[in-house]
């Protein structure tokens, strides 16, 4: 089944902008990288010329020989089968990071090539690893390619949803006819995550049984890499820390512990572990704060963090919780204590602010789920998993901090009441927009000055 992705306006706001730069899409394994651009350059363009490192190796020869891209694109075009034209044809360099030269070549398509359009898709951690010196620093354009989002899930699922869910222009209560079926889509997300493959098998063949062999072969290659990138004594730890992750989610407090991934384990043992896991974009750290100022990363406690998954369904495959629990009224959203829930709110906050969020703690007083930076302001964030949306420490922080706005997720419908706005869970994608309708800045005319 076809998927529209967001990130594809992006994409031709890409091709059609001044300056333009070799393209690289990065991002964890199996989320659409490849597809994206097959697509962009069969939908935007009159050809598209596809190239693939790891199932062509012999291609390397070609980047060995020579840095000019004009004799690079006569040899490639010959590969291709015809000629690759100038502004015509979309140039795609998949599993880039496995070619030096290639990922190298870039910088000269920018300074002597720039009529012809270079895309390349390659892994988070192959990228970040490329040996000798061979990133293009300053010479390529980065995208970052995500997990789908539930809204993307919902525009595949229920056009009719996400079309509602778009069309409203204000914060009110939604109407139970709508309310009901958007938390139950929600919970079918919550099932297959938002891998495509698994987003797929759900949605188009409606086939759980393979959804879950889906999910079971992405969390395998996950640990194949394991071996293909890290030192032979890492691996082990590597794997000690992401079979942790569920749960050191599933505690009460869920500050990231060593202690908690084996007896005796010490931070500086794992740090190299870590740093692969989340340098693979396989998981997300997110640091605490004591104080709400800007910029965020200034107040930092570089010792207290939390680790989440990448991916919501990846997570509940990886916890082995089974997708019978989407029959059981909202257990999906509190089972191991929210966790998953939390995993989701994380998720669409990343690919929706600049800033990375972060986590707000008074000593054992009292913890806020996030911090997010919008515009100039730092807005707590609270997760509920169910209704009951009480929360002594979100109360202490606006006492405390009194910030102009707060956000509460939870399962009650769409509120703004004394400062606080209260999000169906369904609709965290929405958060920016939402508060673009809440807030309202006035032009600085920095423009102008300059």
Partial sequence: MQIHRQITGKLEHWRNKPGRKPLILQGARQVGKTYLLKQFGSTYFSDC???????QPDL??????TKDP????????????????QGETLIVFDEIQECNDALNSLKYFFEDAPEYLVAGAGSLLGVALSKGGSFPVGKVDLMHVYPLTFSEFLSASDPALMLYISSLDGIGNIPDI???????????????????EAVSALLG??????????????LNAYQLDFSKHIDTRDIPRVQYLWSSMPSQLARENKK??????????????????LLWLIQAGMAHRVFACHKPGLPMSAYDDLSSFKLYASDVGLLRRLSFLDPSVFAEGSRIFTEFKGALTENYILNTLLQQ????????????????DFLVQYKNQVIPVEVKSDEHVRSRSLTMYRKLWEP??????????LKYDNGVLNIPLFMADQTSALLDKLLFFEDPGILEVI
């Fill in 205 to 218: 063949e409606r086939d759980l049984a393979r959804t879950e062999a889906v999910l079971e072969g992405i």
């Fill in 60 to 65: 390397k020869q070609f980047f060995e020989s």
């Fill in 404 to 413: 102009s706005i707060s956000i509460r997720y939870s399962l009650r419908n």
């Fill in 178 to 196: 709508f309310f009901n079926p958007l938390r139950d889509k929600l919970k079918a997300y919550f099932i297959c995550g938002g891998m495509p």
């Fill in 49 to 55: 010329a596809y190239f693939n490192f790891e199932k």
């Fill in 353 to 368: 602010f600049d800033s990375p969020p972060r986590y707000w703690k008074s000593g054992n007083e009292a913890e806020v």
């Fill in 256 to 273: 990231f512990l060593y202690a908690a991934i084996k007896e005796g384990a010490r931070a500086r043992e794992y740090e190299n572990a």
């Fill in 70 to 85: 004009h004799r690079l694109i006569e040899n490639l075009s010959i590969i291709h089968g015809r000629k690759i034209k």
